[in-house]
């Protein structure tokens, strides 16, 4: 199994409480299957994507899937730092999930500072809802908190794999779109945004280009 | 770019491309007195190669400043080459100061005589530019002419002219250089000291020379009247050739050289098919030195992301430490301290060569240590994948798998039982921390042993792979090649034993947390 080769390495934290859907979002979108069971995180686990954004640029994402349990919560906060774009995730049908997010907010802030990340808001368990369960928290109510504090909101099934993509896609790009107007930049001893392996050159290769009097030897 | 503008230029018409042979054989004979008339085709091909660019310069340049009305310098000596020469091309300036050297030789004496000869003669302006160089090195023709036979000189130069075509290839050319470069070293210090030993037979030449100065004056001339007839019309036809479809020449260096381009298809295409062989080549390799690289296998299989959360957790206890310790003060200070250290003393690892048996026998020994600590975690993910590794190697046809492959697998089964490991540890510091009776002295106790367990388990993985290795050493030409990648795999289980150290290491403040 080897990765391929990307340029920009994002990381990417979920946070929200416990048994929101952190794991089953994440396992859909680098796995494309959904678990019926899954036992809670313990501190903290990784998985890894590769996308890539609109102009083809390859973006590895490292997503840390912290535990929502309130036991860990100490321990999940030395995780922070590193990270450029959070994902603030609650359960459509959980009231208290969506009512803790703007905790989960301060508290993403705090600990990454001076760093300041992209959030997104993204609700979970859509299918349960369409499949007559109850809906706690209406899709307008998150809409306008989200647009209250400049968040992306959608709504997702890692059942059914709605919009899983583009939770992830549009954060992905946010960050991509800071990276190029300048504001945020690859820093020394900040690892939320990385240079990856840069694809070698003539992958793509054709004859035009072998253009002798290029080629500089002295 | 003097090496692939030349080549450009030496291509883009078959028949400059003659011209310029013809007058890089003249450089042969006239080339500086260390290289012999009667010398072998090699050095003639270098000699030919670094004295014709410096002439493609010049007839460049004097193109380029005919209508500038510089007086022209004929016959002159080189010191007025730095003027003619425009070009930063280093290898001209080596040329340069080489035959600067030469000048100053006291030895040197026909060169003088022979340069007051030349104004006499006056051919066209622009000709006369490119004569700059050319008549100089005829001097030096002459010179060597002395020792040899002095009619020979313009045999020498047609048989010159029949073998030694060909274009230079840029690294040959480079190679030729510094090649030269040590000849003339070489040459430089033989004349000094006049040894009869001379590898060159340069020491015989320069007597012969002081000998016979009067005779070079003579027949000196008789070979440059002969040289100049044959030097203009390869000048005058050079020119004519290059003011083809470019009269006057108007048009710039620049777009010399894309003029140049276009007719040598050929020579284009076979440069990239070429390079792209060359970069086919490049990627196989990147490919199986990606696949076989510790750090992105140890990285793909997330131990590195595991190792910085540890490094995060482990800092974090840290900081907590630090804070307790600046508020004690005093005895209790001192106790802490006392306490701290004695952690670090239960954490140190004793050289355990126990040999690891079999499987059950390992899970067993792991499952013992682990219980000590009293939370739930589990080795089975690294035993499962240490079973893997070993059903692979049984199974494994010595014949089909080709030392690249098992090489890789090593490498990979490696970085992948480090990542897990350091994943488990990572996992035992969450899991401590948030445990709520704390029992230190057992947790160390615990770690040490599943550490020592873990870095024999690797170790003995390795020499699993190594001893595969080791067996397709008899029937191998390569055996150079295997041996590097046996001591590669034994090096890498050195690293992910230090990986597996280091993490226990980050996990001490986590056990000190635990004691206070």
Redesign the interface.
């Known amino acids: 199994m080897v990765e391929p080769i990307f340029d920009y390495q994002f990381r990417l934290i979920l946070i929200g409480d416990s048994t929101v859907g952190k794991s089953s979002l994440l396992k859909y979108f680098t796995d494309g299957k959904f678990a019926e069971l899954s036992d809670p995180t313990v501190g903290v686990d990784f998985f890894a994507r590769l996308i890539e954004v609109k102009d083809g640029t390859r973006v590895k994402l490292q997503l840390w899937d912290t535990a929502g349990q309130e036991r860990f919560r100490s321990i999940t906060k030395s995780y922070y730092r590193n990270s450029v774009g959070a994902l603030l995730v609650y359960d459509i049908c959980n009231r208290a999930s969506f009512e803790h997010i703007p905790l989960w907010m301060a508290e993403a802030k705090r600990h990454i500072e001076p760093h300041r990340p992209i959030f997104a808001l993204v609700g979970c368990k859509l299918d349960l809802v369409s499949n007559g369960g109850h809906r706690e928290v209406s899709k307008e109510e998150a809409k306008a908190f989200a647009d209250q504090n400049g968040l992306h909101h959608i709504e997702t099934s890692a059942r059914k794999g709605t919009n899983v993509e583009e939770a992830f896609r549009s954060v992905t790009q946010e960050v991509y779109n800071r990276i190029q107007s300048g504001e945020y930049k690859v820093e020394d001893g900040w690892d939320g945004i990385k240079t990856g392996f840069t694809r070698p050159n003539g992958m793509d290769f054709n004859l035009i280009e072998a253009e002798p009097a290029k080629s500089s030897c002295c | ?5 030349s ?2 230029f030496e291509s883009a018409d078959e028949e400059i491309y003659a011209e310029n042979e013809n007058k890089k054989s003249k450089k042969v004979a006239g080339s500086p007195p260390s290289k012999e008339i009667p010398c072998e085709t090699e050095h003639i091909s270098y000699l030919k190669t670094e004295e014709t660019k410096n002439e493609r310069t010049n007839i460049l340049d004097s193109n380029l400043q005919v209508d500038e009305d510089k007086p022209t310098k004929i016959g002159l000596s080189n010191t007025n080459e730095p003027e003619v020469i425009t070009d930063n ?2 290898s001209n300036i080596q040329e340069e100061d080489e035959v600067n050297m030469w000048d100053e030789d006291e030895d040197w004496e026909p060169v003088e005589t022979k340069t007051e000869i030349k104004p006499s003669e006056s051919p066209p302006l622009t000709i006369n530019r490119i004569w700059g160089w050319d008549l100089s090195a005829m001097l030096n023709a002459a010179t060597v002419g002395v020792t040899a036979v002095t009619t020979q000189v313009s045999q020498g130069l047609s048989n010159v002219l029949e073998t030694g075509i060909g274009a230079p290839d ?1 690294a040959e050319l ?1 190679r030729r250089t510094t090649q030269e470069e040590h000849t003339h070293d070489a040459e430089i210090t033989e004349p000094s000291t006049n040894s009869s030993t001379n590898l060159f037979g340069f020491g015989n030449l320069v007597s012969g020379v002081t000998q016979i100065t009067k005779l070079v004056e003579t027949t000196g001339n008789k070979v440059i009247l002969g040289g100049l007839d044959t030097l203009e019309t390869i000048g005058k036809k050079t020119m004519q050739v290059l003011q083809e479809g470019d009269p006057g020449l108007k048009k710039k260096r620049a777009l010399l ?2 003029e140049g ?1 276009k007719p040598v298809l050929s ?3 076979r ?2 098919k070429e ?2 062989e060359l ?1 086919n080549r ?2 196989e390799e ?1 490919h199986f030195a ?2 076989a690289n510790y750090e ?2 140890f ?2 299989h ?1 131990g590195l ?2 190792l ?2 540890l490094e ?2 482990s ?2 206890c840290s900081i907590k430490l630090e804070r307790l310790i600046e508020s004690q003060s005093g005895r209790e200070l001192v106790e802490l301290q006392e306490t701290m250290n004695q952690i670090v003393e239960l954490c140190e690892l004793v050289d355990d060569d126990d040999e690891l048996e079999d499987a059950s026998e390992i899970k067993e020994k792991l499952d013992t240590a682990v219980s000590e600590m009293v939370i739930n975690i589990s080795y089975d993910k690294v035993l499962t994948t240490r079973k893997e590794a070993e059903q692979w190697l049984d199974n494994l046809h010595l014949g089909v798998c080709s030392e690249l492959e098992l090489h890789e697998q090593a490498i990979d089964t490696l970085a992948q039982l480090t990542a897990l490991a350091v994943e488990r540890y ?2 035992i ?3 401590l ?2 445990k709520e009776h704390r029992s230190t002295a057992d947790e160390a106790d615990s770690l040490v042993q599943v550490t020592t367990i873990l870095t024999a388990l690797i170790g003995n993985m390795a020499t699993k792979f190594s001893n595969k290795l080791s067996e397709k050493l008899s029937d191998s030409t390569h055996k150079d090649h295997i041996n590097t990648l046996i001591t590669n795999v034994y090096f890498e289980s050195a690293n992910s034993t230090s990986y597996l150290k280091n993490a226990f290491q980050l996990l001490i403040p986590v056990l000190q947390v635990g004691a206070i």
């Open positions: 770019m003097e090496t692939s503008d080549e450009c091309n280093t840029p480079a050289k894309i381009e020579h284009i295409l440069e990239a390079k792209a970069e490049l990627l990147q990606r696949k992105s296998l990285d793909d997330q992301v595991h910085e959360a995060m957790l800092k974090q990572h996992k510091g969450e899991l921390l948030i």
